[in-house]
T-cell receptor, first 118, second 114 residues
């Protein structure tokens, strides 16, 4: 089946430093799945951070970027300069092929806890 | 603002007892989902629904039932709770078509089965 592996947490980063969270995937149900980063801030539910549906393209949101690399089956999340408000759990995910088309039946990584310290 | 509300936030249950986790969404989405997350695992899909009156099995449905009595409400039911069902449970709603993979999650229910 499909699987997602991401940087094991917890990760601690100093404010204004750079952050990279690695994500690699294995997709057996679909050759080029849609890829996502979700984020869960303390006390809140997961929310979509960014998505990329075309191999080779880059997505960006809130200063974060991720590039869909089909050769290395990777979708690493990066930010050049983090802030304390970026402290959260980050989840990489992929969409699956379904007979009915796109759906919310996603395959998630285990999440990476990131703490930004001042 | 889209909203998904789960209740209770925390629950302690005894082995063999019945547990009902509730979820309400005000997004008017047809699709709703129940996931659980355990240490060392990503979120795993338990049950989902494409609309009122429908429920479908996800990847790990054993030991769980689901109920979708209305567009807004989706419940997860543990008829005979076991310690292995201790976990954090997330409910989500989602649209259709191109936006189907954009999910809106509740803040989770932490369930402990003793």
């Amino acid at each position: 089946g499909d699987s997602v592996t991401q940087t094991e947490g917890p990760v601690t980063v100093s404010e204004s430093e750079s952050l990279i969270i690695n994500c690699t995937y294995s997709a057996t149900s679909i050759a080029y799945p849609n890829l996502f980063w979700y984020v869960r801030y303390p006390g809140e539910g997961l929310q979509l951070l960014l998505k990329v549906i075309t191999a080779g393209q880059k997505g960006s949101s809130r200063g974060f970027e991720a590039t869909y690399n089909k050769e290395t089956t990777s979708f690493h999340l990066q930010k050049a300069s983090v802030q304390e408000s970026d402290s959260a759990v980050y989840y990489c995910a992929l969409g699956r092929r379904n007979t009915g088309g796109l759906s919310g039946k996603l395959t998630f990584g285990e999440g990476t806890q990131v703490t930004v310290i001042s | 603002e889209a909203a998904v509300t789960q209740s209770p936030r925390n629950k302690v249950a005894v082995t063999g007892g019945k547990v009902t986790l509730s979820c309400n969404q005000t997004n008017n989405h047809n699709n709703m989902y129940w996931y659980r997350q355990d240490t060392g695992h990503g979120l795993r899909l338990i049950h989902y629904s494409y609309g009122a009156g429908s429920t479908e099995k996800g990847d790990i449905p054993d030991g769980y039932k689901a109920s979708r009595p209305s567009q807004e409400n989706f419940s997860l039911i543990l008829e005979l709770a076991t310690p292995s069902q201790t976990s954090v449970y997330f409910c989500a709603s989602g649209g259709q078509g191109a936006s189907a993979e954009t999910l809106y999650f509740g803040s989770g229910t932490r369930l402990t089965v003793l």
